[in-house]
């Protein structure tokens, strides 16, 4: 096997568990895949504030500790109404910006979008869970064919200061997959052709986000002077390291949600 794809054994097989995981959770129901989004997320706040230069070691734990037992309270004690849980976050994300010796504003930004982007997951999974089940799939497929048509036709950057690896043929490869996956979903229901269109462009749309969102946590990394947020998945880095698409996607879904534009 080429070097270019040396490590694609072990980020399939870590793949495959991830997605074996995601699956059983969302399966068994709302209860068990919320709990997995409670956990992801506390995960990715302690590699964020691990890569902000925190002003104390425990501090990242603290603030994991922290979302994941806000996490379940909002989803499992139901003790939590909408301001009360507006108020708390806002609380978090200063909390992160503060527990940074630089860059509070990546805390408080970043921070607020992994947050908002889990708490979207975790409602939208009782409310539409066959919307989940299609960003999800537009996010994986986005990453896999933008992996797989970097790595075999290279060709110009997209963003070389910020994401080396990413290339153009990724990106747009990236686009046509979360496309066809859209428009087929969309034919399959019997929707017209109008919805068909439209579906296909929102999807390209979140495709986007989902790229930019790896892009703005490759900054974040940059930024730190690392390669991988962690190392907990083998041949993937850390959980942001692999979620940052979803982050994306869901920010973007999130913001059109709340304009009524979907």
């Given at each position: 096997?080429?070097?270019?794809?040396?490590?694609?054994r072990i980020r399939v097989l870590s793949a495959v568990v991830l997605l074996a995981v995601a699956l059983g959770a969302f399966l068994s129901g709302p209860t068990?895949?919320?709990?997995?989004?409670?956990?992801?997320?506390?995960?990715?706040?302690?590699?964020?504030?691990?890569?902000?230069?925190?002003?104390?070691?425990a501090l990242p734990v603290v603030a994991a500790v922290a979302v994941t037992a806000l996490f379940i309270w909002i989803f499992r004690l139901g003790r939590a109404?909408?301001?009360?849980?507006?108020?708390?976050?806002?609380?978090?994300?200063?909390?992160?910006?503060?527990?940074?010796?630089?860059?509070?504003?990546?805390?408080?930004?970043?921070?607020?979008?992994?947050?908002?982007?889990?708490?979207?997951?975790?409602?939208?999974?009782?409310?539409?869970?066959?919307?989940?089940?299609?960003?999800?799939?537009?996010?994986?497929?986005?990453?896999?064919?933008?992996?797989?048509?970097?790595?075999?036709?290279?060709?110009?950057?997209?963003?070389?200061?910020?994401?080396?690896?990413?290339?153009?043929?990724?990106?747009?490869?990236?686009?046509?997959?979360?496309?066809?996956?859209?428009?087929?979903?969309?034919?399959?229901?019997?929707?017209?052709?109008?919805?068909?269109?439209?579906?296909?462009?929102?999807?390209?749309?979140?495709?986007?986000?989902?790229?930019?969102?790896?892009?703005?946590?490759?900054?974040?990394?940059?930024?730190?002077?690392?390669?991988?947020?962690?190392?907990?998945?083998?041949?993937?880095?850390?959980?942001?390291?692999?979620?940052?698409?979803?982050?994306?996607?869901?920010?973007?879904?999130?913001?059109?949600?709340?304009?009524?534009?979907?």
């Amino acid at each position: 096997m080429s070097d270019k794809w040396r490590d694609l054994r072990i980020r399939v097989l870590s793949a495959v568990v991830l997605l074996a995981v995601a699956l059983g959770a969302f399966l068994s129901g709302p209860t068990a895949f919320q709990f997995l989004i409670a956990g992801v997320t506390g995960v990715m706040i302690w590699e964020m504030c691990n890569l902000l230069d925190p002003r104390h070691r425990a501090l990242p734990v603290v603030a994991a500790v922290a979302v994941t037992a806000l996490f379940i309270w909002i989803f499992r004690l139901g003790r939590a109404d909408a301001l009360e849980s507006g108020l708390v976050l806002l609380g978090l994300c200063i909390g992160f910006a503060l527990i940074a010796r630089r860059g509070w504003w990546i805390g408080f930004l970043y921070g607020g979008a992994v947050l908002l982007s889990g708490l979207w997951l975790a409602a939208f999974a009782v409310l539409q869970p066959d919307l989940i089940l299609m960003l999800l799939g537009i996010v994986i497929l986005t990453d896999i064919a933008g992996y797989f048509a970097g790595r075999a036709f290279g060709g110009p950057k997209f963003w070389p200061r910020v994401s080396p690896k990413k290339t153009w043929a990724g990106i747009v490869a990236g686009w046509i997959a979360a496309a066809i996956l859209a428009a087929g979903l969309a034919l399959n229901a019997g929707l017209p052709m109008r919805i068909v269109l439209i579906w296909t462009f929102a999807a390209m749309f979140l495709s986007l986000a989902s790229q930019l969102g790896d892009i703005a946590e490759s900054a974040i990394k940059r930024r730190a002077g690392v390669k991988d947020a962690s190392d907990l998945i083998p041949g993937h880095g850390g959980f942001m390291d692999r979620f940052d698409g979803i982050v994306g996607a869901a920010s973007l879904f999130l913001i059109l949600s709340l304009l009524g534009a979907l």
